[in-house]
């Protein structure tokens, strides 16, 4: 059997408020499986539990019930974050460093040997875009630029998963396409994406399936195409065919001379089923 990439099972977290004697439910009984070879996009509005779940994940907080797994390790375990890279939602760099000694220094972190460096660090500039500015220093950079540095730096390790917090915050639509792009060749890569973030549309185009957080409970979760079909409708599209076909079925399309192109079910929006998930 292939293990899953991310398996969450019954994990919550409650953090104390302090000078209180109450608490806050950030993740409440949360299961949750990304398998490998997919881009799996978390979604929630603010306070829902999403950076805690993350960092549940990545083993930066231990939960108070239920455990975590990476490939079948416990996140318990450092082992289990050697294959892992991660790209937080506000990276910082120092700005002295040019983007080539960036790369280098967190290859170093991973022990890699200085032929195999050099080769990683120009083979993630060319896949970022950032192979003429390698000599740049970051305190140059745009954010796009620093949110494609970071991003190759999640991937220096040859990691088997991906995790994204907020990959296109503050980057203009340009930027975001790339990054868009970049995620969607490290699928082609069979690379495991786990992605969180506020662009629907973007998450819409990249990933395979969602899970939205509401107030630590995982609301809704499955594939983008069953989620965002609208229940008792369908939709019939046609080419080819008289004006009077469009009250007809199928059948009397074709027998009209008319070319059903596709019959599929009416979609929402993934913005409509958030805000429909997430309504208090």
Known sequence: MIESAVHITGVSKTFPIPFTRRSIV??????????????YGLLGPNGSGKSTTLKIILGLILPDCGKAQIFGR???EVASREAVGFLPESPYFP????????????????????????????????????????DRRLGGFSKGMLQRIGLAQALINNPRLVVLD???AGVDPA??????????????????????????????????????????????????????????????????????L?????????????????????RTTLERLFLEATRK
């Not at 950030?26 to 881009?39: F, Q, S």
């Not at 890699?112 to 993630?124: F, G, N």
């Not at 469009?246 to 596709?262: K, T």
């Open 26 to 39: 950030a993740v409440r009984d949360l299961h949750l499986r990304v398998e490998p070879g997919e881009v």
């Open 74 to 76: 416990d996140t318990s």
């Open 95 to 134: 700005k002295y460093l040019t983007a080539f000694e960036t790369l280098r220094f967190f290859g170093k972190l991973y022990s890699l040997r200085p032929a195999e460096l050099s080769r990683r660090v120009a083979e993630l500039l060319e896949l970022v875009g950032l192979t003429s500015a390698g």
């Open 166 to 168: 907020e990959p296109t």
């Open 175 to 244: 930027g975001s396409a790339e990054i868009r792009d970049l995620i969607l060749d490290l699928k082609r890569r069979g690379i495991t994406v786990l992605l969180s973030s506020h662009l629907l549309e973007q998450v819409q185009e990249v990933c395979d399936r969602i899970g939205i957080l509401a107030d630590g409970v995982l609301v809704r979760e499955g594939r983008i195409g069953e989620l965002l079909a609208v229940e008792n409708q369908s939709e019939l599209i046609y080419g080819n065919g008289t004006s009077d």
């Open 246 to 266: 469009s009250a007809q079925l199928e059948q009397v399309v074709r027998s009209s001379g008319g070319q059903v192109i596709e019959n599929r079910k009416s």
